[in-house]
Nanobody, 120 residues
């Protein structure tokens, strides 16, 4: 099992910003074997959906609903992925989950989630 440490969630007013972080183990072995892909979210009563991820070729993919407002970035040396969320809307309220994979396998890992609440 791989522990993904998420942080940065909280309560913010509509129009505000938050920055989420997801840190995977940063030992040498993990740096080469664990690939932090990005972020998903799950709102109450809804299915988990993709928010922003890195594709295997290094390019990024965003949900249409967050394009232009959210930016995903990474620090490879720290094995950490960030999600900068600007112009937050009430509909962005959800539990945000970090996702990682073990390279060259089908193994997938999820963080415990961090709650983002956007108030009107």
């Amino acid at each position: 099992q791989v522990q993904l440490v998420e942080s940065g969630g909280g309560l913010v007013q509509a129009g505000g910003s938050l920055r989420l972080s997801c840190a995977a183990p940063a030992d040498v072995r993990s740096l080469f074997s664990i690939n932090v892909k990005g972020w998903y979210r799950q709102a109450p009563g809804k299915e988990r959906e993709l928010v922003a991820v890195f594709r295997n070729d290094g390019t990024t993919s965003y949900a249409d609903s967050v394009k232009g407002r959210f930016t995903i970035s990474r620090d490879n040396a720290k094995n950490t992925v960030y999600l900068q969320m600007n112009s937050l809307k009430a509909e962005d309220t959800a539990v945000y989950y970090c996702n990682a994979e073990r390279r060259l396998t089908s193994l997938n890992y999820w963080g415990k989630g961090t709650l983002v609440t956007v108030s009107l």
